[in-house]
């Protein structure tokens, strides 16, 4: 089953390119509704410019228009519709009403969208005859409609609509001129069946000096009230303030469409930072959503987590992080991920969608005299997938307990959808949602638009990008080298300070050589990007700044990438080394490497496999 759920995710992470600030718009719509009288003004001037105008202001997604000719005498043979969608750039629909002047007269609809489909239907009217003009698009359907003047005909109006209505199987709207005051008895039977979406207290007619709305956009719900039933929140509504153009004010509503409770995930749940007893659950969603962990020693007896800061829930966001503390080293915990949509997030009222969770996963924490373990360490895979899937196949039949990606793996990252594309593929095919992973930051992660957004998809041990974690009888000291050339270099434009943050390490390096951590622990592994001794010819100033406080440090191995060859140096080989140093990894299938870190009880080994399973080194250390 779990394979099964990975596979899902990898498929449909593959074949989507849509994220999440596409889905939250592609789900927000805003709809329109004007009576333009035929595009001519209180002035008594017919400017369809000034129409359209008025339109292109809102940028609406929809419009629902009323009182339109179509080649009439009046209108001097225009298309009226025509001249607006092309002023507007929008699609049309028009539905004729009655035959005038020599063309027709009735309503139209424009939209951002192809229309799918599009059908009209008559509804009553003594002094001329009415419509319902009806278009379905993709997520939704809206009808446009001119009610009489005459309170019987929109009365009897009210079943026609209402039997249409019902046949339809998407979101309807119904807009328009209804000719007909809030507290009419039309609208009252109306709101039987139909929600008022835009507020009534904001006057429509006249233009000038509104007094009273008889401009609406409702939605069909078919009697279920209730706005956590409705497929939407509506986000905002309003009128707008034009006085000359139309004798009728716009109407204006702005919803967001819930999204359905499979598609909130974004990501499955990867697990971070398992130090001091504790461990980060994170994980991204497609829309704004509040979320929490629930954890326990069984899936009965479950905790809540959340996350928050001074007093409140940190929520109505894409990127989730939660820690799981107090925790028992050596016990097996299992938790889910949950994550609310939230529509709407405003000082005295919210709004919420469904709840997607996510299966059971399960992990445990080391104890401190724990002496077996197997990691996994990537380096240099510069974001090539097929490197990576081909070194996993070589280690699918060792079981690890956590797993490093050494740097240069989340290269160059533009934004955040790049970053997030590859990080998830990483974290899902190493079964990050059951075994800590830890990204440490090489040369190319420094590099590009989201580089220092990087940080808010992992959580660093110590809230740095270098560090030191147990696990169970075994130190791990991580560095961060920073860049690979001079801060001064023309091309970093004075942005950078990793002399400083060399500098730091110094003291965290002097720190921990000396703590009692680093001194008690049977076995010391250093690991980061950049080698500080064998890097050749290249720029090197961890080693000058590092190498007095590393000299007597027994760490049994020095594990790094970034030449994109493979190196193995003794100890005192290159640099007076002063202890094993092995380097290797590259994007380039013939050049990659998987290194595999074993400790079972005082044994210590480092194996380097390539991507056609052949055993490069195998070490004793």
Not at 434 to 452: C, D, M, T
């Given at each position: 089953m779990k394979k099964q759920l990975l596979l899902f995710f990898i498929c449909s992470l593959l074949a989507h390119s849509v994220w999440a600030d596409d889905i939250v718009n592609s789900n927000t719509i805003s709809i329109m509704s004007y009576n333009i009288r035929n595009g001519k003004g209180l002035d008594n001037i017919t400017d369809y410019q000034r129409v359209a105008d008025v339109i292109l202001s809102e940028a609406p997604d929809v419009v629902a228009i009323q009182e339109i000719d179509?080649?009439?005498?009046?209108?001097?043979?225009?298309?009226?519709?025509?001249?607006?969608?092309?002023?507007?750039?929008?699609?049309?629909?028009?539905?004729?009403?009655?035959?005038?002047?020599?063309?027709k007269y009735g309503l139209g609809i424009l939209s951002k969208e192809r229309p799918l489909a599009?059908?009209?239907?008559?509804?009553?009217?003594?002094?001329?005859?009415?419509?319902l003009l009806i278009v379905e698009y993709e997520k939704f359907i809206i009808g446009c409609t001119h009610l009489s003047l005459t309170k019987e005909d929109r009365i009897l109006s009210i079943d026609i609509i209402r039997e249409e209505a019902a046949k339809l199987n998407k979101p309807f709207f119904l807009a328009g001129d209804f000719n007909a005051k809030p507290e009419s008895d039309f609208i009252k039977e109306l709101q039987k069946d139909f929600s008022l979406l835009n507020n009534v207290k904001n006057f429509t007619f006249p233009a000038d000096e509104p007094r009273e709305c008889i401009d609406y956009i409702t939605y069909y719900d078919k009697g279920e009230k209730g706005n956590e039933k409705r497929p939407f929140t509506v986000l905002s509504n309003k009128v707008l303030e034009e006085k000359v153009a139309s004798d009728h004010r716009p109407v204006i509503v702005r919803i967001r469409f819930k999204i359905n409770r499979?598609?909130?995930?974004?990501?499955?749940?990867?697990?971070?930072?398992?130090?001091?007893?504790?461990?980060?659950?994170?994980?991204?969603?497609?829309?704004?959503?509040?979320?929490?962990?629930?954890?326990?020693?069984d899936t009965m007896s479950l905790k809540k987590v959340r996350t928050l800061r001074d007093g409140q829930v940190i929520c109505n966001n894409l990127n989730h992080k939660?820690?799981?503390?107090?925790?028992?080293?050596?016990?097996?915990?299992?938790?889910?991920?949950?994550?609310?949509?939230?529509?709407?997030?405003q000082a005295y009222y919210k709004e919420f969608g469904a709840t997607a969770t996510s299966p059971f996963y399960s992990f445990s924490l080391p104890s401190q005299k724990q002496t077996d373990f197997t990691i996994l360490i990537f380096n240099d895979l510069h974001k090539r997938q097929d490197t990576y899937d081909a070194l996993l196949?070589?280690?699918?039949h060792i079981p690890s307990d956590f797993v490093v990606f050494n740097g240069d793996c989340i290269d160059d990252p533009?934004?955040?959808?790049?970053?997030?594309?590859?990080?998830?593929?990483?974290?899902?095919?190493?079964?990050?949602?059951?075994?800590?992973?830890?990204?440490?930051?090489?040369?190319?992660?420094?590099?590009?638009?989201?580089?220092?957004?990087?940080?808010?998809?992992?959580?660093?041990?110590?809230?740095?990008?270098?560090?030191?974690?147990?696990?169970?009888?075994?130190?791990?000291?991580?560095?961060d080298c920073g860049e690979d050339k001079p801060d001064t270099t023309y091309v970093y434009y004075g942005l950078n300070d990793f002399t400083q943050l060399r500098l730091d390490q110094c003291e965290f390096l002097k720190k921990e050589i000396a703590g009692k951590e680093f001194k008690s622990a049977s076995r010391r592994i250093l690991i980061g990007h950049v080698p500080i001794y064998g890097n050749g010819d290249g720029y090197s100033p961890s080693t000058d700044l590092w190498a007095?406080?590393?000299?007597?440090?027994?760490?049994?191995?020095?594990?790094?990438?970034?030449?994109?060859?493979?190196?193995?140096?003794?100890?005192?080989?290159?640099?007076?080394?002063?202890?094993?140093?092995?380097?290797?990894?590259?994007?380039?299938?013939?050049?990659?490497?998987?290194?595999?870190?074993?400790?079972?009880?005082t044994l210590l080994t480092i194996t380097a496999i390539n991507t056609k399973g052949e055993t490069i080194l195998e070490k004793e250390l």
């Open positions: 179509s080649v009439t005498g009046r209108s001097k043979g225009a298309d009226v519709l025509k001249e607006l969608a092309e002023r507007t750039l929008m699609h049309q629909v028009y539905g004729a009403s009655i035959v005038y002047d020599g063309g599009y059908s009209s239907l008559a509804l009553p009217g003594r002094e001329e005859q009415r419509q499979a598609d909130i995930f974004r990501t499955l749940p990867y697990l971070q930072n398992p130090v001091d007893n504790g461990i980060t659950v994170m994980w991204q969603t497609n829309v704004p959503v509040y979320s929490w962990v629930e954890y326990g020693t939660i820690r799981l503390t107090d925790l028992v080293p050596g016990q097996k915990y299992y938790y889910r991920v949950c994550s609310r949509e939230m529509t709407l997030y196949e070589q280690v699918k533009a934004n955040e959808d790049q970053a997030l594309e590859h990080l998830s593929l990483y974290c899902a095919k190493a079964g990050a949602s059951q075994k800590p992973v830890f990204f440490l930051r090489g040369n190319h992660e420094i590099r590009n638009a989201y580089s220092i957004g990087l940080r808010d998809l992992f959580d660093y041990v110590g809230d740095k990008t270098y560090g030191a974690f147990n696990w169970g009888d075994t130190r791990f000291v991580m560095y007095d406080i590393l000299a007597k440090a027994p760490f049994n191995i020095s594990i790094s990438g970034h030449l994109h060859r493979y190196f193995y140096h003794p100890k005192g080989t290159v640099k007076g080394n002063p202890f094993p140093e092995l380097i290797g990894g590259a994007p380039q299938p013939e050049r990659a490497l998987v290194m595999v870190l074993r400790k079972k009880g």
